[in-house]
């Protein structure tokens, strides 16, 4: 059992509070992603529950014990650096090996368990390398061997994929996952790269300034975003938020106005909407269509073809911008005038404090 | 300019003229060392090479005592020096606080000290504790003299292990003397040597306490050459190959570890 | 230099790595501290009370408090002017020449050409010469009238050899201690120009520079503060330069090549004169914090804890 529990616990330096109050709880075996701006305090707080860096305020538990004054290697945590961090003066054998040696495991025991890792990473042939003769992957491999070596309840990864070409990161991505099933390991995980934490994740935190603005799984937060910043971070297209006016309010939702004659009704509990309010209205580019009947009309001003899809960045009556996500086969042109419509289904609300109204259907994905 | 050939050639000139120009005295003196006393006064550059001014030396004025002086006292110095200036460094480095900064000034400081400013007390106190004319004595001036430099080149060595490396030795279980002995020292070994080389190479160079405060017994070196500025009879012979016996190590000291020579000398003050 | 070191920066901002276990750290920087505090404290002291006292090695029968007696003697003695002007002229000199002769070279050595690597090794090996055997390298077997390599040259071309160390002594020496420091300043300043990044360099060639305006425009501007750490540190090595003076001239012709350093040795160890000495002695200290003073705040605005 390796369960995490983190209570109100905030990170001060000199006047700078970098953590303000974190209440989270990690269960056994899950993949948990902290995602968040470069900032925003993810990497802090997972030094903070390896024990680099000191808690200034609340309480970590592991499996229900408070850890707060207990050393790094006795909470039974092992990390995975960004850099690696491998000790470039030993072998691959003897990096991964270091922590039992330290231990005084036998040397047998050891050889076995180094053994065991290697053969979980295809490290097998590297084994007599020093750090310095292996490649970037390879060099990650052995940092994550270093901490499969010592069987440890939690294992912590600081952005280990971001020192990697695409290529390689979209392939490591595949194997850390694989990797997790293996192990059946809990697992935390921090990225800034929102790709990474939908992928991955069991259960995501996104942090901001030092807060937590929402945890969830991953599809939670793509369909039912709490804020504007969540809504904003995740998905790749960034969600379009347009500022727009309430029309109307009642029991099937909240209607509003928005730029380029757009109206629509969006599917939320009206609670605390009145008529003439200023709000903001969200839809993602993928749930933007053009159609000739649609309601907002515009004109296409870039269109950035990847082949598979095309994005189209629209510009409206009123100089507001709008990304539409078409099929690659679209064959919309640059300065033609287009009609978009949007599915109210798939339509965000977000009041004038940033908060998303509720939703009055969850999404059936991330209802479990 | 340099893109022509011309252009090219004239640097190469220029860059090695000069060098040449830099090192003739040097050259001429291992040259002479090799030419007998007769032959020495003779500023020619063909000759017959001998090596009866290297025995002189030896057999007349026992050079190899004044050379066991100066690698006494500097590799004592040296290593008493690392001795106090490890821990100290290690400190600074790693457990940093808000006086850190001004203690290491402080330090540095220290150095700047005039040793002539000094002398009369010095001499004085060395008189009467017995250290006059001791290779000890010369050590612990030695010693203190170079202190702040060792200190102020280890902790910059120190700083340069990278930080996760250390903390993932503590991750891995690492307690502070495990740290020190399976991370840190492997890591910063080529710091320590050359900060080791530096304060050798300021011992076996110093020239006024060396002077001042030895006679007979603990005369390092630069005392012995000294002498030769009183000589009787013909001596460029025996002054050149006293020399180069004397020069030679630390010249090649020195080219070894000229990189790192300038954060020492600079006092970190020139990156 | 307590007041340099107090002066310097602001107070650096406690990030404290491991949050403070001060326990164990004091017992391993404390000898250091210590050793270093009675080093520096002691003897300033001794020689501030030295100079205020009649004490002559030789003469026992001078005790007791002099007053300013001892610096009165000083300052009104001929000698004493002279050997200030004289060091004001060696480190004078020695910086023009190991300054300006140093940032050329430290350009031309960071240049590209054939056998860089060696012709620089060559040029920087007189640093590591101790400084009694460069003296007499220099006054017997280069500067010799008679059998120096310098006269057999002058022969050869016809011209009659000159006695350095007669006619111009100070100079000579200048000349000497600029042979040993100029590798120094070289080192410094290669390491310094070596920092200046390529990219500005091309800009400005983009920009239409030719090597000479590149240098005033962009090099020397960069070398500013190495330059700057040169003189003060050479200034503060200069200052106390004796090993030189001793084994070739003595101090003289007269006092013609005694700099404060020598003057100082003289009336201390050769006149048995304690006092005098140590008025000497601190004078020369006083000169020393002054550079000291502006050379720590230079470091201190590098330093990073």
């Not at chain 1, 808690?55 to 592991?62: A, E, M, N, T, V």
């Amino acid at each position: 059992m390796a369960t995490l529990a983190l209570r109100d616990v905030r990170k001060t330096y000199a006047n700078l509070e970098a953590i303000k109050g974190v209440t989270l709880d990690v269960e056994d075996r899950e993949f948990v992603v902290f995602v968040g701006p470069s900032g925003c305090g993810k990497s802090t707080l997972l030094r903070m529950i390896a024990g680099l860096e000191e808690i200034s305020g609340g309480d970590l538990l592991i499996d229900d014990r408070r850890v707060n004054d207990v050393g790094p290697a006795e909470r039974g945590l092992a990390m995975v650096f960004q850099s690696y961090a491998l000790y470039p003066h030993m072998t691959v054998a003897d990096n991964m090996g270091f922590a039992l040696k330290l231990a005084k495991v036998s040397k047998e025991e050891r050889n076995r368990k180094v053994a065991e890792a290697a053969r979980i990473l295809q490290l097998e042939p590297y084994l007599d390398r020093k750090p310095g003769q292996l490649s970037g992957g390879q060099r990650q491999r052995v940092a994550i061997g270093r901490a499969i070596v010592r069987n440890p309840k939690v294992f912590l990864f600081d952005e280990p994929l971001s020192n990697l070409d695409a290529a390689l990161r979209g392939q490591m991505r595949i194997e850390l996952a694989r990797l997790h099933e293996q192990l059946n390991a809990t697992m935390i995980y921090v990225t800034h790269d929102q790709v990474e934490a939908m992928t991955m994740a069991d259960k995501i935190v996104v942090l901001s300034a030092g807060r937590v603005e929402q945890v969830g799984s991953p599809l939670e937060l793509y369909h039912h975003p709490r804020n504007l910043f969540v809504a904003g971070f995740m998905g790749s297209p960034r969600m379009n938020l347009l500022p727009a006016t309430v029309t109307a309010s009642g029991a099937e939702g909240v209607t509003v106005a928005g730029p380029g004659g757009m109206s629509v009704t969006v599917p939320v509990s009206p609670d605390g909407f009145r008529v003439g309010s200023q709000v903001t209205l969200g839809v993602r580019p993928e749930h933007l269509t053009i159609t000739p009947d649609g309601s907002i009309s515009g004109h296409a001003l870039i269109a950035e073809r990847l082949g598979g899809l095309t994005l189209l960045h629209v510009e409206l009556q009123d100089k507001t911008m709008l990304v539409v996500q078409t099929d690659g086969s679209d064959a919309t042109r640059v300065h033609q005038q287009i009609r978009l419509a949007m599915v109210p289904a798939h339509t965000h609300l977000f009041g004038s404090d940033g908060l998303a109204a509720e939703h009055l259907q969850r999404n059936p994905l991330t209802v479990s | 300019m340099r893109h022509t050939l011309g252009g090219k050639i004239g640097l190469a000139v220029l860059g090695w003229g000069i060098a040449v120009v830099m090192f003739f005295p040097i050259f001429w003196m291992v040259l002479t060392g090799f030419k007998s006393e007769l032959q020495a006064v003779n500023p020619s550059l063909f000759f017959h090479p001998t090596l009866s001014s290297y025995a002189d030396v030896q057999s007349r004025a026992n050079y190899f005592a004044f050379a066991l002086n100066s690698v006494v006292i500097s590799v004592g110095g040296t290593l008493l020096a690392l001795l106090f200036a490890i821990p100290a460094a290690y400190v600074m480095a790693f457990f940093p606080t808000h006086r850190t900064r001004g203690t290491l000034l402080w330090m540095l400081s220290t150095k700047m000290l005039p040793p002539v400013g000094v002398l009369v007390p010095i001499y004085l106190l060395m008189r009467s504790t017995g250290l006059l004319d001791t290779r000890t004595g010369l050590i612990i001036i030695y010693m203190l003299m170079n202190l702040p430099i060792v200190v102020w080149m280890l902790f910059t060595f120190f700083k340069e292990v990278p930080r996760d490396i250390l903390e993932a030795g503590r991750m891995d279980g690492a307690g502070r003397m495990d740290e020190l002995r399976h991370v840190l020292l492997p890591l910063s070994l080529p710091g320590v040597a050359s900060t080791g080389l530096l304060s050798l190479i300021l011992c076996w160079n110093e020239a006024f306490w060396s002077l001042n405060l030895t006679s007979s017994r603990a005369a390092p070196l630069t005392a012995f050459i000294a002498s030769f500025s009183s000589p009787e009879g013909l001596f460029f012979g025996k002054l050149s190959a006293a020399s180069t016996l004397a020069v030679a190590p630390i010249l090649i000291f020195g080219w070894l570890s000229q990189r790192q020579l300038v954060r020492g000398l600079t006092f970190g003050a020139v990156k | 230099m307590l007041q340099a070191v107090q002066a310097s920066g602001p107070a650096s901002s406690s990030k404290s790595r491991r949050g403070g276990r001060s326990g164990m750290t004091m017992p391993l920087i404390a000898p250091s501290v210590v050793i270093l505090l009675i080093w520096s404290i002691v003897p300033l002291v001794m020689t501030l009370w030295f100079s205020f006292r009649h004490y002559n090695l030789v003469d026992p029968t001078q005790t007791g408090f002099a007053g300013f007696d001892n610096y009165v003697y000083l300052l009104t003695d001929p000698d004493f002017w002279a050997s200030l002007i004289n060091t004001l002229i060696l480190v004078g000199g020695v910086l023009l020449v190991t300054v300006c002769a140093g940032t050329l070279l430290a350009v031309l050595y960071d240049t590209e050409f054939f056998g860089r690597s060696i012709a620089r090794l060559l040029v920087i090996a007189p640093f590591f010469v101790m400084p009694t055997v460069s003296a007499l390298i220099w006054k017997n077997l280069m500067l010799h009238p008679i059998y120096g390599v310098l006269s057999a040259l002058f022969r050869d071309v016809g011209l009659s050899p000159i006695d350095w160390f007669s006619r111009a002594p100070l100079l000579t020496i200048v000349g000497i201690v600029s042979w040993e420091w100029l590798p120094f300043a070289i080192l410094i300043l290669l390491t310094a120009v070596q920092s200046l990044d390529h990219e500005q360099r091309e800009a400005a060639r983009m920009d239409g520079a030719g090597p000479v305006a590149s240098f005033f425009y962009i090099t020397l501007p960069h070398l500013r503060r190495a330059i700057g750490v040169v003189i003060m540190i050479e200034t503060i090595f200069l200052l106390t330069i004796f090993a030189e003076i001793d084994v070739t001239t003595a101090g003289g012709p007269g006092v013609a090549t005694t700099n404060l350093a020598f003057l100082i040795y003289a009336r201390a160890l050769l006149q048995f004169d304690v006092g005098g000495g140590s008025a000497g002695g601190v004078i020369a200290i006083i000169l020393a914090n002054i550079v000291a003073f502006f050379l720590v705040r230079s470091i201190a605005r590098n330093l990073e804890v």
